[in-house]
């Protein structure tokens, strides 16, 4: 059975380095036995379909050919189509009224509790504000990721470590979902 995947990349195309032409990542995919292999946006989204392995062993495999073709680790979740309609679907936020800069979801490579984020004062921040998910941290962010305080805090190594990372904004979450549709 084939199933649609997202790849996300982390940390490429920003501030000119580790730079990953979305041509040769599609090529590097279709490499590795991936069908119809798509990017998005020139930040790290990729889609395609796969008859083997599982999210995990999708994302090693993608995550070693990357080393091995352009010379640097670089850090990748990859997750179902499935997955990615229902993390959309759960936004515990109001999305349809807000900016798609204001809302981000944060995708992790395995799941979080709320204990890693208790050193947190979620009052100090209002109005931002976050909520967690399967996996996932949806994060309200009224002036934007650039200039939230509450994004700083939560992206401190403390919080995150043992965990790779990675945030998208709702624009991208939902063409995700899109992307990856049968």
């Known amino acids: 059975m084939t ?3 997202a790849a996300l990349l982390r940390g490429i195309n920003v501030g000119g380095s580790r730079k990953i032409p979305m041509a040769q990542l599609r090529t590097v995919m279709q490499g590795l036995g991936h069908e119809a292999v798509a990017t998005y946006l020139q930040s790290g989204q990729a889609v395609f379909s796969s008859g ?14 990357i080393e091995d073709h352009f010379g640097f680790g670089v850090d990748v979740i990859v997750r179902d189509h499935a997955y990615l309609e229902a993390i959309a679907d759960a936004c515990p936020f109001p999305a ?21 984020f208790a050193e947190i004062d979620r009052a100090a921040f209002l109005p931002e504000d976050f909520r967690l ?4 941290l949806y994060l309200y962010a009224p002036n934007g990721l650039g200039r939230s305080k509450l994004a ?4 401190r190594p403390r919080v995150n470590k043992g965990l790779i990372a990675t945030t998208r904004n709702w624009n991208t979450v939902v ?5 990856t549709a049968a």
Not at 133 to 136: C, E, F, L, M, P
């Open 3 to 5: 199933t649609r995947y």
């Open 152 to 155: 700083d805090a939560l992206s």
């Open 96 to 116: 349809a009224d807000l900016e798609a800069r204001q809302l981000h979801v944060t995708y992790f490579s395995t799941p979080v509790d709320a204990e890693r």
């Open 133 to 136: 998910g399967d996996r996932a």
């Open 52 to 65: 083997h392995g599982d999210e995990e062993s999708l994302a090693a495999e993608l995550r070693d050919a």
């Open 175 to 179: 063409k995700l979902v899109e992307l």
